[in-house]
T-cell receptor, first 117, second 110 residues
């Protein structure tokens, strides 16, 4: 299909391991977002890209979290030295336009469920 | 800061019952408002949205009206189906980012 895809769908990591989560946005979408969804909670904003530029990373919980989108398409969220509190579903979303885009629809992927043991 | 509060679940209804899920928000200005739905095993899907006061969003029999006076965006459906069982999230747009409520699980029994 032409939706947002994410891989892997499930990831189990031992505490201290590094992980990389991939997001393929809808083709042509300028804006890309990462959200973190803890169990039983709503998603919380992590970071925002407009093309390859990371315009907002204010939601990243610590400097162990790093996101990139080098060619303005695929994005990777990397978590270094994972901790148990990093266990969550990581959601990627994309939208067509850039700018404030307050009314732009964000289309979400299925998420990656990360479990840190 | 901006925030969204929605009623806690789970909400359990019989098929064909009337549904209301309450949502209120706190924000500066007049943000766009959204309802997203998450079916079991699937990603978040936009259900409906409203971009200004008194707008009514509607889709698949669901409706919500943007009420500036009460800062609310309650979700309603006149007759729920078993297939509506899911988690529903109310959200507002704070510039480009979405701020979500904690979600309300709906269970519809035949």
């Amino acid at each position: 299909g032409a939706g947002v895809s994410q891989s892997p769908r499930y990831k189990v990591a031992k505490r201290g391991q590094d992980v990389a989560l991939r997001c393929d946005p809808i083709s042509g979408h300028v804006s890309l977002f990462w959200y973190q969804q803890a169990l039983g909670q709503g998603p919380e904003f992590l970071t925002y890209f407009q093309n390859e530029a990371q315009l907002d990373k204010s939601g990243l919980p610590s400097d162990r979290f790093f996101a990139e989108r080098p060619e303005g398409s695929v994005s990777t969220l990397k978590i270094q030295r994972t901790q148990q509190e990093d266990s969550a579903v990581y959601l990627c979303a994309s939208s067509l336009a850039g700018g404030s885009g307050a009314t732009d629809t964000q289309y979400f992927g299925p998420g990656t469920r990360l479990t840190v043991l | 800061g901006d925030s969204v509060t929605q009623m806690e679940g789970p909400v359990t209804l019989s098929e064909e019952a009337f549904l209301t899920i309450n949502c209120t928000y706190t924000a500066t200005g007049y943000p766009s408002l959204f309802w997203y739905v998450q079916y079991p095993g699937e990603g978040l899907q936009l259900l409906l949205k409203a971009t200004k006061a008194d707008d009514k969003g509607s889709n698949k029999g669901f409706e919500a009206t943007y009420r500036k006076e009460t800062t609310s965006f309650h979700l309603e459906k006149g007759s729920v189906q078993v297939s509506d069982s899911a988690v529903y999230f109310c959200a507002l747009a704070s510039s480009y980012k979405l701020i979500f409520g904690s979600g309300t699980r709906l269970l519809v029994r035949p």
